[in-house]
């Protein structure tokens, strides 16, 4: 899955992480292309994305005749705080600038909402739905 024409991030890059609390809340986060979003009459979002499976559970589901060729998805309801801040996601706005509306928003303290934020960004993450954009990505991009 390729996520932009712009320089890979080294091995380096990806094995070092962040080394702090606060590098960490300025990453980026950015929507995975591949996930279809719904917007419902009450203002909820339902995402819908690709579900990767490991090949040899696609090879047992195939000899087992359990697979036919179409991909298979997954949705995902989100509520309203999940749906605000999945429209909130444009790739320019760092983890510390979504806690940081989130707590003028509902007048959250500031720890409740950055424990709120990484937790909900770190789930979306595994499933696949967004990825985070490095701090020096964004400064040797200009």
Same mark, same amino acid.
């Given at each position: 899955m390729k996520w932009s024409r712009k320089r890979k991030p080294s091995k380096a890059d990806l094995a070092s992480g962040p080394s702090?609390? $606060?590098e960490a809340?300025?990453?980026r986060p950015?929507?995975?292309?591949?996930?279809? !979003? !719904?917007? @419902?009459?009450? &203002?909820? *979002? *339902? @995402? =819908?994305?690709? /579900?990767t499976l490991r090949p040899w559970l696609i090879s047992l589901a195939s000899r087992l005749g359990l697979r036919s060729g179409?991909? /298979? =998805?997954?949705k995902l309801q989100l509520d309203?705080?999940? $749906?605000?801040?999945? =429209? /909130?996601?444009?790739?320019? #706005?760092?983890?510390?600038? @979504?806690?940081?509306y989130l707590c003028r928003r509902y007048h959250l303290n500031?720890? !409740?909402? !950055? *424990?709120?934020?990484?937790g909900?960004? #770190?789930? @979306?993450?595994?499933? &696949?739905l967004i990825g985070l954009r490095p701090p020096q990505l964004e400064e040797s991009e200009k």
């Open positions: 702090s609390r $606060s809340l300025s990453y950015t929507k995975n292309r591949e996930v279809l !979003e !719904e917007k @419902l009459e009450s &203002g909820e *979002v *339902v @995402l =819908t994305y690709p /579900l179409e991909p /298979l =998805t997954r309203e705080i999940g $749906s605000l801040t999945w =429209t /909130l996601l444009d790739g320019k #706005r760092t983890v510390q600038d @979504l806690v940081d500031r720890r !409740e909402a !950055e *424990v709120a934020m990484t909900f960004i #770190r789930n @979306l993450g595994k499933r &696949g």
